[in-house]
């Protein structure tokens, strides 16, 4: 208990969300900021409970207005079940939390105002946060889907493609619909702010993840997935086929000859250790 308890001292307010502590302040408008508070809250502790217990290394988890982000030290080489349970941890927990509001009605510690109110955030946040953009819980799932049909960076470039174009379609409803909604477009900086920082560290993340794969612990593959190359292929271009959840048996040919088989370990060592990062497969294989 006291090791789920030590989450809580990672729990950060986001700045968006201290603003509209400060909007709900200056209107007195408390008990609806409570509810926000408390929604907001379990949803993110889902999130970080889950998390924890699958041994994640938990670095803080970042409470905003529409639910948080857990920033974890893991990098794509948990398994896609585990992963696929953490993000649903959030956004199952609005369901209990309905029935809840709805048992607090009916023992009149709600009012009809109150659980209407309640009701609005706690359905509103759940949707929003299913939305498809990275970094919402609909984003993540998009990129667990496209990992179990592509290689780690494909995958994380067609999440990134269908979050802009959802995320286009978001801005394009809300300068029709809320044009002056001012937590709507807070909303709208945030997502693109984390969009444009997810772009920019794409390759950065796709390191990481081979770096983990080699230096890391590699329990979590539950899937083996050959790749049959050239000899002529680029290692780099090997290392680009490698996918989330599986562990690769590297296959070497020659004008369609089977030459060799290689443990994927010897193509990141040779990567990451040997700095072969410019060299063709066969320089390995005819380097024993």
Aim: aromatic content about 14%.
């Amino acid at each position: 208990m006291s090791n789920y308890l030590s989450l809580l001292h990672k729990i950060h307010i986001h700045p968006l969300l201290w603003v509209m502590i400060g909007i709900s302040v200056i209107t007195a408008n408390f008990k609806p900021l409570c509810m926000l508070m408390v929604i907001v809250f379990i949803h993110e502790m889902g999130h970080a409970i889950s998390a924890h217990f699958f041994s994640w290394r938990i670095k803080s988890i970042m409470l905003l207005p529409f639910g948080g982000v857990a920033e974890v030290d893991e990098h794509g080489n948990r398994s896609l079940k585990e992963e696929l349970i953490v993000v649903l941890s959030g956004p199952i927990q609005h369901l209990w939390l309905q029935g809840a509001a709805s048992l607090l009605l009916q023992l009149s510690l709600f009012s009809e105002a109150d659980y209407t109110t309640f009701t609005f955030y706690n359905i509103t946040i759940l949707l929003f946060n299913l939305l498809p953009i990275w970094p919402l819980d609909g984003g993540k799932l998009l990129f667990i889907l496209f990992s179990l049909f592509w290689p780690y960076k494909k995958a994380h470039t067609h999440m990134l493609i269908s979050s802009c174009f959802v995320l286009i379609i978001y801005i394009t409803i809300t300068l029709i619909f809320s044009p002056t909604h001012i937590n709507m477009w807070m909303i709208t900086t945030f997502l693109l702010y984390n969009l444009y920082h997810e772009y920019k560290n794409r390759m950065y993340g796709w390191i990481r993840f081979l770096m983990e794969r080699y230096y890391g612990k590699q329990d979590a593959f539950y899937q083996l997935k050959p790749i049959t190359v050239e000899e002529t292929d680029l290692i780099y271009h090997v290392l680009l086929q490698f996918q989330r959840g599986c562990k690769h048996l590297i296959i070497v040919e020659k004008d369609g000859k089977k030459l060799a088989e290689m443990d994927e370990n010897e193509l990141l060592h040779a990567y990451f250790a040997n700095k072969l990062t410019d060299s063709k497969v066969g320089d390995i294989y005819y380097g024993y």
